[in-house]
């Protein structure tokens, strides 16, 4: 359950980066609204930040498939 709140913030913050620098430049190259310019790019430390905290969640608690369950025998 975790790991999948980790993957969906992890899209959440991508998808919010990706908008923000896209709209960003767009508002601020074709258009004369610099302020929601500004506003879309200020949203973009904020989807970077979800993107971090997604990203370091899947990390810490997603399990390691590279180790394998050992058969403990007694000696």
Same mark, same amino acid.
Request: a positive charge; one cysteine or more.
């Given at each position: 359950?975790?790991?999948? /709140?980790? #993957?969906? @913030?992890?899209?959440?913050?991508?998808?919010? @980066?990706? !908008?923000?620098?896209?709209?960003?430049?767009? !508002?601020? %190259?074709?258009?004369?609204?610099?302020? %929601?310019?500004? /506003?879309? !790019?200020?949203?973009?430390?904020?989807?970077?930040? !979800? %993107?971090?905290?997604?990203?370091? @969640?899947?990390?810490?608690?997603?399990?390691? #498939? #590279?180790?394998?369950? #050992?058969d403990i025998t007694?000696?």
């Amino acid at each position: 359950m975790t790991v999948l /709140i980790g #993957r969906i @913030t992890l899209v959440f913050g991508l998808i919010v @980066t990706l !908008f923000g620098v896209a709209g960003g430049f767009g !508002f601020l %190259l074709l258009s004369d609204q610099q302020n %929601l310019a500004k /506003i879309c !790019f200020m949203s973009v430390p904020v989807g970077f930040l !979800f %993107l971090f905290v997604g990203l370091s @969640t899947i990390v810490l608690f997603e399990p390691n #498939r #590279r180790v394998k369950k #050992r058969d403990i025998t007694p000696l």
